[in-house]
C-alpha cells in the first residue's frame, strides 16, 4: 500500500536561514509520482512541483530545490534563504501508476521567524 | 487562483441536517476528487470521478455521495451530520484519464457542524 511519512511535524527557524522539510514514501509500483504542495494560513492548497521515478534529477525554483532519492524512497524540500511568507503547512504526496488519486503525508507545519 | 471553483465557502450546520457542497473543474479537465481534512485525520482521499463516472474511492462514509454531472461540476452530499464531520472539504481537478496527474485544488468549503 502506498504511504507517505512526514516525520517533521512542526518546524520554526529564523528568516534568511535554509530549512529542508523531510518526506519518506513507500510504494511497491515502479511507476509513480511524486508531490508537494503548500498550504498557507488561508487555507488552500497549493501545487509546487510533480516529479515522477524515472526521473531522478535534482530540481531548483528559485529559492525552492527538490532532492529526489530513489535508494532511500525520499523526497525531500529545501527552501533557501527563507521569508515570512513561506509559513505554511507543506504536503508531500503520492500517487502510484494504476490510478491517479493522490495520497498525502501528514503535512509539516513551517514558521518562519521574523 | 488554481482555476477550480468551490461553493459555498462557509458553511455552519447542525447535526442530523444534510448539505451540499459544489464544485466546477478547471476548463478542460475531466477527473474531479474530494478530499476531507480535519486535525485529527489529516488529507483525506474521498472520491474520484472521470467524465461522469466514478473512478477511486477512499475513506468515504456511507452518509456521503457524490457525483459528477455531465457539464462536468461535482457534487458532494453529506448527511446525517455529525460533529466529527466538521472539516475543511476540498475539491480539486485534473486533466484527465491517466495517471500521475497533477492535481489542482479548489479553495475549500470550510464545514463546521453544532
Known amino acids: 500500500a502506498q504511504k507517505v511519512t512526514q516525520a517533521q511535524t512542526e518546524i520554526s527557524v529564523v528568516e534568511k536561514e535554509d530549512v529542508t522539510l523531510d518526506c519518506v514514501y513507500e510504494?511497491?509500483?515502479?511507476?509513480?509520482?511524486l508531490f508537494w504542495y503548500k498550504q498557507p494560513p488561508s487555507g488552500e492548497l497549493v501545487f509546487l512541483i510533480r516529479r515522477n521515478s524515472f526521473d531522478e534529477q535534482n530540481e531548483i525554483s528559485g529559492r525552492y530545490s527538490w532532492n529526489f532519492q530513489k535508494s532511500t524512497s525520499s523526497f525531500n524540500f529545501t527552501i533557501t534563504a527563507s521569508q515570512v511568507v513561506d509559513s505554511a503547512v507543506y504536503f508531500c504526496a503520492l500517487s502510484e501508476g494504476r490510478d491517479d488519486k493522490i495520497i498525502f503525508g501528514k503535512g509539516t507545519r513551517l514558521h518562519i521567524l521574523p | 487562483d488554481s482555476g477550480v471553483t468551490q461553493t459555498p465557502k462557509h458553511l455552519i450546520t447542525a447535526t442530523g441536517q444534510r448539505v451540499t457542497l459544489r464544485c466546477s473543474p478547471r476548463s478542460g479537465d475531466l477527473s474531479v476528487y474530494w478530499y476531507q481534512q480535519s486535525l485529527d485525520q489529516g488529507l483525506q482521499f474521498l472520491i474520484q470521478?472521470?467524465?461522469?463516472?466514478?473512478?477511486a474511492k477512499g475513506n468515504i462514509l456511507e452518509r456521503f455521495s457524490a457525483q459528477q454531472f455531465p457539464d462536468l461540476h461535482s457534487e458532494l452530499n453529506l448527511s446525517s451530520l455529525e460533529l466529527g464531520d466538521s472539516a475543511l472539504y476540498f475539491c480539486?481537478?485534473?486533466?484527465?484519464?491517466?495517471?500521475?496527474?497533477?492535481?489542482?485544488f479548489g479553495e475549500g468549503s470550510w464545514l463546521t457542524v453544532v
Open positions: 510504494t511497491r509500483d515502479t511507476t509513480y509520482y
Open positions: 470521478y472521470y467524465n461522469g463516472e466514478e473512478r
Open positions: 480539486a481537478s485534473s486533466a484527465g484519464r491517466i495517471s500521475g496527474n497533477t492535481i489542482y
